[in-house]
Nanobody, 126 residues
Framework: QVQLVESGGRLVQAGGSLRLSCVTS????????MGWFRQAPGKEREFVAA????????YYADSVKGRFTISRDNAKNTVYLQMNSLKTEDTAVYYC???????????????????WGQGTQVTVSS
């Protein structure tokens, strides 16, 4: 059974930084890409960032490109999301996600993901 547990969300001022973590268990972490998504109140869940199983390839939504960095530590079964220069519009619940199969492409697509964490709240104040 695949489990994902996020942490690191909190209240932060605009312009500040946060690092989210997601620890996974239940299957061979290094065999799968990973993704981060977010959902703001009244909006659909949207793609934020994804990383290939080796970490060599990363993908970002245009809205976070240049500010957020996704990384992973396969020895710790953990994926991270470093968020810098935070804006009020980054306020959302952030979800870690794992795909159903070990694909190497299309990691931006929500449909690929079959496992989700419980979410961690990030609130950016002005």
């Amino acid at each position: 059974q695949v489990q994902l547990v996020e942490s690191g969300g909190r209240l932060v001022q605009a312009g500040g930084s946060l690092r989210l973590s997601c620890v996974t268990s239940g299957r061979t972490f290094s065999s799968y890409g990973m993704g981060w998504f977010r959902q703001a109140p009244g909006k659909e869940r949207e793609f934020v960032a994804a990383i290939s199983r080796s970490g060599a390839s990363t993908y970002y939504a245009d809205s976070v490109k240049g500010r957020f960095t996704i990384s992973r530590d396969n020895a710790k079964n953990t994926v991270y999301l470093q968020m810098n220069s935070l804006k009020t519009e980054d306020t959302a619940v952030y979800y870690c996600a794992a795909p159903r199969s070990p694909v190497s492409y299309g990691l931006e697509s929500r449909d690929l993901y079959g496992y989700w964490g419980q979410g961690t709240q990030v609130t950016v104040s002005s």
